[in-house]
């Protein structure tokens, strides 16, 4: 038994010693001994249960954030992608679903970024806050590369990590007594952010809705825009083109009538524009290329899907200075106090990355990532052409909108990931409009892009 005790001992200092490794801490005991009593038997006694009661503030819950239905819509795909995985822990799943892009930034940009990176660990290249509104020579590149002909000038430009965030802020700034109407179907965080903010009634299942939200049906009838005359006057419009998720972008005219409508009604139009760059046509890239829209529309935009800075995270507002209230103040000017108040500008590091995105050498890279998603895109409409499926988009976006008549969007969904491991997003996520429709992404890796087309002509041949 002492030698037993011994070579225990010995096991467990020199397990000890090569667990702390270099650190070299002194322990009161480094060696262990064990008591050399055998025989010994541990019994498990059970205690009686007694019913914990948890500790609970008198703070009650905001009512808004309890009208949200189930999760987020990404999140959402997510968590059935993850159970999917456990049941098919073999299976190669390619998704296709959520708009992330999956091809490397490009050296030019990413060299700036780390460089930028470097400096702040010298005394003469540190900055610490910056403005909270964008570093001005940033604001000017976007300024000059986005709105030079249309009138936009650099102290209208805000610089965020991103569309997202920004229009959470936007919705700060509006407050909750305004009403707004929303594409249908459309990107979820309008809607969303909406209901949290409160400026919603509550979800009517029945029709799939938020009451106090005008829904601005889309579909392949009236072109993907919607019919102006029947959509009721709100004080706030959420307008993206081309359109995630249908990929259809308005035309020039389209967005004409959309500007008077906005004027007619005394309304503000919020546009994203974080798509622009897919636009191969002569749709307009900016609201701002229609007369009037300075007086009454927002841009938001954003690098992520030109550059691929979904995770670096840079987009930018723009609101000209013409946007002014009912009674007379600058729009800008309380987004500014917003911005200054909640957000303490985007990381110097990522703004030195959209500078370089902006450089001649930085902009032909952002676009050879766009050509290389729209290469995609064709791949993927010509999968569902050719297997006599109606699909829309593409052209102007990196999504195809897939039409599956009379069948439900999360079964159509369900189905294709179960038997081809493939992620997809269903319609129906994006608001009642989007029923029936799936949207496929063209953010991957061709590889997968060309093995997921094969998997979907092997299921619906």
């Known amino acids: 038994m002492a030698a037993i005790q011994q070579s225990l001992s010995t096991s467990i200092s020199s397990s000890t010693s090569t667990f702390l490794g270099q650190n070299k801490l002194r322990l ?19 205690t009686p249960s007694t019913e914990k009661t948890s500790y609970k503030t008198q703070v009650s819950r905001n009512e808004n954030l309890a009208k949200l239905q189930a999760g987020y819509l990404f999140p959402e795909i997510a968590r059935r992608r993850s159970a999917h995985m456990l049941k098919h822990p073999d299976a190669q799943i390619i998704s296709l679903g959520i708009g ?20 702040l660990s010298t005394l003469k290249g540190y900055s610490g806050y910056g ?10 590149s976007i300024a000059s590369t986005y709105y030079a002909n249309v009138g936009i000038e650099e102290d209208e430009i805000f610089v965020s990590d991103g569309a ?34 409160g400026q919603t009634g509550q979800f009517q299942k029945d029709v799939e809705k938020y009451g106090n939200i005008a829904y601005m049906r889309c579909n392949p009838e009236n072109g993907f825009f919607p019919d102006l005359s029947s959509v009721p006057r709100t004080d706030i419009i959420f307008f993206c083109s081309p359109n995630n998720p249908t990929g259809s972008a308005a035309s020039r005219e389209q967005l004409t009538k959309l500007v008077q409508f906005a004027k007619n009604n005394g309304s503000i139009l919020v ?20 007369p009037g829209a300075k007086e009454v529309a927002i ?16 987009g930018w507002t723009a609101i000209p200075k013409a946007l002014l209230y009912s009674d007379g103040f600058p729009v800008a000017k309380d987004f500014n106090r917003i911005v200054c108040t909640s957000f303490n500008g985007a990381s110097n590091i990522a703004q030195a990355g959209g500078l370089a995105c902006l450089s001649p050498d930085g902009f032909k890279a952002m676009m050879d990532v766009v050509g290389y998603y729209k290469e995609n895109t064709e791949i993927i409409m010509e999968t569902f052409n050719s297997l006599g499926y109606k699909v829309y988009g ?5 999504y195809v909108w897939v039409h599956f008549p009379g ?37 991957g890796h061709r590889e997968n892009v060309v093995e997921a087309c094969r998997r979907f002509k092997e299921l619906y041949k």
């Open 299 to 314: 841009e938001v935009s954003s690098f992520s899907k030109y550059a691929g800075f979904t995770g670096v995270r840079l």
């Open 271 to 290: 546009y994203d524009s974080a798509y622009a760059m897919y636009i191969c046509d002569d749709s307009p890239k900016s609201i701002f290329e229609i």
């Open 394 to 398: 593409g052209k102007n976006a990196p």
């Open 131 to 140: 403005a909270e509104q964008g570093e001005k020579q940033l604001r000017a």
């Open 28 to 46: 009161r005991n480094q060696n262990v001994s064990m008591p050399g009593k055998t025989g010994c038997i541990v019994r498990c006694v059970a």
């Open 100 to 119: 992330d892009t999956t091809e490397p930034i490009p050296e030019f940009i990413t060299s700036a970024m780390a460089q930028r990176a470097h400096e």
């Open 164 to 197: 997202k965030s920004d229009i959470s802020r936007l919705q700060v700034l509006f407050g909750s007594n305004v009403t707004m109407a929303v594409q249908d179907p459309s990107y979820p965080a309008y809607v969303d952010s909406s209901v949290i903010m």
């Open 407 to 443: 069948r439900s969007s999360w079964e159509v969904f369900s189905e294709i990931l179960e038997k081809t491991h493939v992620v997809t997003t269903p319609g129906s996520g994006f608001g009642p409009g989007g029923e029936g429709f799936v949207r496929v992404s063209a953010f």
